[in-house]
Nanobody, 123 residues
Framework: QTLLRESGGGSVQAGGSLRLSCTAS?????MGWFRQVSGKEREGVAG???????TYYADSVKGRFSISQDYENTLYLQMNSLKPEDTAMYYC????????????????????WGQGTQVTVSS
């Protein structure tokens, strides 16, 4: 079992930046970030495998968000040019290798989840 803990959320004005972190108790081949707005389904934001050898982003965040992982097994999500529609609870997820690409944005690709960190972007 992997313990995941997110941090770095907060409130920021549109156009600003935040960096989310997710500390993992052990290495996992693939990790990802998801977000959820109350009353809506959770959506995949970005995912990576093998410490960033493979990455994949949702169209809504391409060019603005960057996912990375260090050798301490901490996962990051650098979020730039934030928009009010980025407001959500952000979750970190971890899972085994099963291929790269769009599957990294699918919940079923992961079997471990963090508790989430709130991001609020005001206009």
């Amino acid at each position: 079992q992997t313990l995941l803990r997110e941090s770095g959320g907060g409130s920021v004005q549109a156009g600003g930046s935040l960096r989310l972190s997710c500390t993992a108790s052990k290495y996992n081949s693939c990790m990802g970030w998801f977000r959820q707005v109350s009353g809506k389904e959770r959506e995949g934001v970005a995912g990576l495998c093998v410490r960033g050898r493979d990455t994949y982003y949702a169209d809504s965040v391409k060019g603005r968000f960057s996912i990375s992982q260090d050798y301490e097994n901490t996962l990051y999500l650098q979020m730039n040019s934030l928009k009010p529609e980025d407001t959500a609870m952000y979750y970190c997820a971890a899972g085994p290798w099963g291929g790269a690409g769009a599957r990294l944005l699918e919940e079923r690709s992961y079997n471990e989840w963090g508790q989430g960190t709130q991001v609020t972007v005001s206009s």
